[in-house]
Nanobody, 119 residues
């Protein structure tokens, strides 16, 4: 199984970015896909997950939108109204069946993509 994130970069506060995560080697449509992030010196935190429904961490609700394209084995994270506190390495992860917010529940992880939001 391979999970590869892309789309990170540097953006000004208030701007937008779209992250992509392509997964291979699994039955994509049967897997929940999650996004986590880890800021420097902090623990990794849940951002969002999509299976049949979508879920969001409190800090990103109303600003981030997760979506998936099962035909392309890809999940997206549209990030709007970005804030400096959104700066982190963003990781994509997969798990069979439904969404969970605990990172230990996810089986396969990507290497991460850096998102930096300048003030």
């Amino acid at each position: 199984v391979q999970v590869v994130e892309s789309g990170g970069g540097l953006v000004q506060a208030g701007g937008s970015l779209r992250l992509s995560c392509a997964a291979s080697g699994l039955t994509f449509s049967s897997y929940a896909m999650g996004w986590f992030r880890q800021a420097a010196g902090k623990e990794r935190e849940f951002v969002s997950c999509i299976a049949g429904s979508s879920y969001y961490g409190d800090s990103v609700k109303g600003r981030f939108t997760i979506s998936r394209d099962n035909a392309k084995n890809t999940v997206y994270l549209q990030m709007n109204s970005l804030k400096p506190e959104d700066t982190a390495v963003y990781y994509c992860a997969s798990r069979p069946a439904g969404c969970r917010i605990e990172e230990g529940e996810y089986d396969y992880w990507g290497q991460g993509t850096q998102v930096t939001v300048s003030s």
